[in-house]
């Protein structure tokens, strides 16, 4: 589920609720895919790629 891993406070950042509508819109196009299974091999990617390099 989106969102579900932490939330952002886009007021902080300079977006608006219609510029927040806007992005939430956009991201619906792949948002289903995102949030296949096969995508959680993204969760933690930066400490895998790191571990990695390490080896």
């Given at each position: 589920m989106l969102g579900t891993v932490?939330?952002?406070d886009?007021?902080?950042r300079g977006i608006?609720?219609?510029q927040a509508a806007e992005m939430?819109?956009?991201?619906?196009?792949?948002?289903e895919d995102w949030?296949?299974?096969?995508?959680?091999?993204?969760?933690?990617?930066d400490e895998e790629k790191?571990?990695?390099q390490t080896q």
């Open positions: 932490g939330t952002i886009l007021r902080e608006d609720e219609a939430r819109a956009r991201f619906t196009t792949f948002a949030e296949s299974p096969e995508m959680s091999v993204y969760d933690n990617y790191d571990k990695l």
